[in-house]
């Protein structure tokens, strides 16, 4: 494959070694960037150094930075550069306290942005990877999000649990601090009033094939993991579904970045929700077997859980066992990704390429 030129900007993007972040960076690269990238360790970035983006090693540069949230942290890695995503912010259920997982978020965004305002006149676009869960609230009606809805729920019971010395779960700790994080972007917009425009990604549960494979499935990140466990049998039975279930491929997330920062006059100031659709396990479930079954592959098929075909979306031919869709439930609450599509001028993946081709990614780790 041939490498394209250079086309002279270059891009930082923290935490690079991240899913979201690694398939950005080399989408970057095929697109002529260069880019810096941020990790804690830079022996984490070698698999990547080493694999996909071996062919632009020229344009690739790394920094070290092991406590983002120290004042300052980035501000040698901004320094010239057109263009920043904040990626870093890894979803990790092993953290248990606000300090551990709430504070570091909103610390880190905070660095990062006023160290953006040293990047020099040229920088024209900061863009922060913050999550749906930072527009969703708990529900349960045929509700649907967009990017006017802003959750509270997860901060405000992270708080009081700080508050009354009670223990918080992972999954509220992450969605206080993705809320949180994104609150401390439009707080520091509002204050600052920076020159580059500013604008939130806001990605569902992202699936989709990574730019490299770690050694063994147990080390996959926490959103390529429930396919990896359908996929090599670890998965015994699938619960109903909870909440919107929705989804996105990270290959569109990916391009949604790029497109936020290549149109600074139109995202400045704007939330964007990367979402597809709805995507419960029982439809990945379904996918894969119908996959498997139709390309005759009797070994993969046997580990794939049968759960309840077709439970929680539609979408699922009970006839002839096959996924036409996946649809959102219709008492489901549900999340919109109509802006982005129309804005951004593009249409998402559906769930089942994005689970089947996820599944294929995947398989040299089985």
């Not at 941020?38 to 062919?55: N, V």
């Not at 609230?137 to 006017?148: A, G, L, N, V």
């Not at 993991?225 to 699938?238: D, F, M, R, V």
Request: with cysteine; proline share 7%.
């Amino acid at each position: 494959m041939a490498i394209p030129p250079s086309n002279n900007k270059t891009v930082l993007i923290t935490g690079i070694n991240g899913y979201i972040a690694s398939v950005l960076g080399l989408h970057l690269l095929q697109a002529g960037y260069s880019i810096r990238g941020t990790t804690r360790r830079i022996s984490s970035a070698e698999p990547l150094l080493k694999g996909p983006y071996a062919p632009y090693i020229d344009r690739v540069k790394i920094y070290e930075v092991p406590d983002m949230t120290i004042s300052g942290a980035f501000d040698e890695a901004v320094k010239g550069v057109d263009g920043i995503f904040h990626t870093a912010s890894p979803i990790n259920f092993s953290l248990k306290t606000y300090a551990q997982m709430v504070t570091p978020a909103i610390d880190g965004t905070n660095t990062l942005l006023f160290s953006s305002l040293k990047a020099g006149p040229q920088l024209k676009t900061v863009v922060i990877t913050s999550s749906v869960i930072a527009v969703v609230d708990p529900r349960t009606d045929p509700y649907t999000f967009t990017e006017s809805d802003f959750a509270s729920s997860y901060f405000t019971k992270a708080q009081n649990d700080l508050q009354e010395n009670r223990p918080t779960s992972a999954g509220i700790l992450y969605g206080a601090s993705k809320s949180a994080a994104e609150s401390a972007v439009w707080k520091f917009r509002t204050e600052q009033s920076p020159s580059f425009a500013l604008t939130t990604i806001n990605p569902a549960f992202v699936i989709g094939p990574p730019v490299s494979l770690p050694e063994t499935g147990e080390k996959l990140n926490e959103t390529l993991k429930p396919i990896y466990n359908i996929l090599s049998g670890a998965t015994k039975s699938i619960s109903p579904a909870t909440g919107t279930g929705s989804s996105v491929d990270v290959r569109d997330v990916a391009y949604m970045h790029i497109w936020a920062y290549e149109h600074p006059e139109k995202s400045d100031g704007e939330r964007y929700i990367a979402c597809s659709g709805t995507g419960p396990a029982q439809a990945q479930a379904d996918i894969l077997r119908e996959y498997f079954k139709e390309k005759g592959d009797e070994k993969a098929l046997e580990k794939i859980v049968v759960g309840n075909p077709g439970e929680g979306y539609g979408g699922y031919n009970k006839e002839t066992g096959k996924v036409e869709s996946v649809e959102w439930a219709p008492e489901r609450p549900r999340v919109s990704g109509e802006k982005t599509q129309r804005g951004m001028g593009f249409r998402f993946r559906s769930f089942k390429e994005s689970t089947i081709d996820t599944a294929e990614a995947l398989r040299p780790l089985l």
